[in-house]
Structures are given as C-alpha cells and as structure tokens.
C-alpha cells in the first residue's frame, strides 16, 4: 500500500543546530507540502513542491528551506534551530493542488 | 492567514448524540475538504464537497456547502466515543494555491 512516511517521530536539538526532517512518499504524488501544528495556530504551511526542482514558500517559511530532487522526498531544513520553532511537523502529499492531502504520522521536535 | 474558521473551538456530548462543526471562509472556493486528527497522529481525510455541491453523505457523516454565505457543516450522527477527536476544514482557493485549513473543532464524546 502507497504511503507517506516521516522520521524521525521525536527530535531533540540544541539551539543554533541543523536539523533535517525527512519525509518521504510512495504515492508517487507531485505535490508534497510541510506544515508545523502548535496550539492555538493550527496548521501553518512552511514550504510547499508542485515537483521535482520546484519549491514555495508557505506563510511561515523563515528559518527553513526545503529541496527536492526527486518525487518521493521532501526534506525540511531547519538552518540554525530556534526554540520558536519547537513544535510538531507535518509532512503531505497530493496527486492533484486541491485535491485529497494525505498525511504522515508527525514529528515532534524539541529545540532547547 | 487561515481561511477556514471552524466553530465551535472544542464541543463536548453524550455518545449517541449528533455533532455538528460549522466552517466558515472568506474567499471564493473550488473545493472544501473536512479532516480528522486523532490525538497524537497526522490528519485523515474525511470528505471534500465542491463548490457546485450543497450536500454529502459519507456513512456517518453530513457535510451541507452553502457558498453564498460562505460556510459549510459536518454533522456526526450517532455518535460514538471514537470519533473524539479534532475536525479541521481545509478551502482549495481559487487559482493556483494550497488547501487553508482552520485552527479546527475538539469534539469529545463521552460514553
């Protein structure tokens, strides 16, 4: 069965650190987006892919890059962690733009 | 900014009861999706309505789309201690953008 995996499910990082979550699909969808979760904010978009060598940025994007190289794995960077950005991340996939966004399991990252 | 506003913030009923989560959004829409989180896992996919549809049934599940007022409900009937969980609608704008999902509804329902 096609699925969306994410690792690792709990991270914790130092201040100032690089941090990379992986997140990886076998959908073979075009559209891949990662979203962070924190109470009272809901889901916020971060970066979002349409495809390969394409990638945009979300409504809070400052602090991470993404790059994808291939269809199956978007990568989130966290380019020097911040306490701010402890929270839980959400990786999805979508065959189509508007269409059903299918979800990994989370990972919940804590930078002391 | 999100789009999608969905009301209540957190309902609580007896098992056996009916829910019914409201969302309310701003701008026109193609499409909007309705979501299910469990605590501690990644959304579910309920059921996505177009704009050109006023109702649809999935199981358990009601979601009515009134797009002149810009608004849509999911109704839960009968429902059972294993729907406790979070509903978020999400709107597929007009153009060439990702789904805006709400800050979502707790439902809690008490056996």
């Known amino acids: 069965d096609a699925e969306i995996t994410q690792s690792p499910r709990h991270k914790i990082t130092e201040t100032g650190r690089q941090v990379t979550l992986a997140c990886h699909q076998t959908?073979?969808?075009?559209?891949m987006f990662w979203y962070r979760q924190d109470l009272g904010h809901g889901l916020r978009l971060i970066h979002y892919?349409?495809?390969?060598?394409?990638?945009n940025k979300g409504e809070v994007s400052d602090g991470y890059s993404v790059s994808r190289s291939n269809t199956e794995d978007l990568p989130l960077t966290l380019e020097s962690a911040a306490s701010s950005q402890t929270s839980v991340y959400f990786c999805?996939?979508?065959?189509?733009?508007?269409?059903?966004?299918?979800f990994g399991p989370g990972t919940r990252l804590l930078v002391l | 900014s999100q789009q999608g506003e969905e009301d209540p913030q957190a309902l609580s009923i007896q098992e056996g009861e009916n829910a019914t989560m409201n969302c309310s959004y701003k701008?026109?829409?193609?499409?909007l999706q309705w979501y299910r989180q469990n605590s501690g896992r990644g959304l579910v996919h309920l059921i996505l309505?177009?704009?050109?549809?006023r109702e649809k049934h999935s199981g358990r599940l009601r979601v009515t789309l009134d797009t002149s007022k810009k608004s849509s409900s999911l109704l839960i009937t009968a429902s059972r201690a294993a729907d406790t969980a979070s509903y978020f609608c999400?709107?597929?704008?007009?153009?060439?953008?990702?789904?805006?999902f709400g800050k979502g509804t707790r439902l809690s329902v008490i056996a």
């Open positions: 701008t026109s829409i193609n499409n």
């Open positions: 959908w073979n969808h075009n559209n």
């Open positions: 309505i177009r704009s050109n549809e």
């Open positions: 892919s349409y495809g390969v060598q394409d990638t």
């Open positions: 999805a996939s979508s065959e189509g733009l508007g269409e059903t966004q299918y």
């Open positions: 999400a709107t597929d704008p007009s153009g060439n953008t990702p789904l805006v």
